[in-house]
């Protein structure tokens, strides 16, 4: 156990809370709160689960003002902002590899939602919105383009 806890935090807070949750209460002397113990571990799993959607919808927002907007002066922070996200990312995965299974879900899961923050973050600043529905339409962006090292072409 000690060995998965090291490994895949999220792996390890699930097979506990279903340990708990399984124990034979009557078998141990200890005046414990089975059931919201083991729902607070539980928790921690989830913890991560929204840090990695939180991080996934960061990078796409980012993406689909870097493939709409022609302003040139915001690129470089949009950039910056998504470098930081997949290292965030990459930090969450180490600690729980189990979780690299669930991230083209959550990447298709957050685009909507992704595309939507960029198209109000543009309309702010007065600009067209356009390119951010048809990337939508078009399918959004892939996994290895979120995670990867990869920038979308500034538009003409």
């Known amino acids: 156990m000690d060995e998965l806890y090291d490994h895949d935090f999220v792996l390890w807070t699930e097979e506990q809370a279903a340990a708990l949750r399984h124990a034979d ?40 003002k870097l493939a709409a907007s022609p302003a040139g002066a915001p690129r470089r922070g949009w950039e910056t902002s ?32 992704a595309a939507e923050l960029a198209a109000a973050d543009l309309r702010e600043h007065a600009e067209s919105t356009d390119a951010v529905e048809a990337r939508l339409q078009a399918g959004g962006f892939t996994t290895d383009q979120v995670m990867g090292d990869w920038f979308p072409d500034a538009p003409d």
């Open 82 to 113: 998504i470098r930081d996200a997949r290292v965030e990312i990459e930090d969450i995965l180490q600690d729980s590899p189990s979780l690299r299974r669930d991230l083209e879900r959550f990447v298709v899961a957050q685009t909507p939602v």
């Open 25 to 64: 209460a009557a078998r141990t002397n200890l005046p414990l709160d089975w059931e919201n113990l083991a729902e607070e571990i539980e928790s921690l799993g989830k913890s991560q689960r929204a840090a990695l959607r939180s991080q996934l919808r960061r990078i796409l927002r980012h993406l689909f």
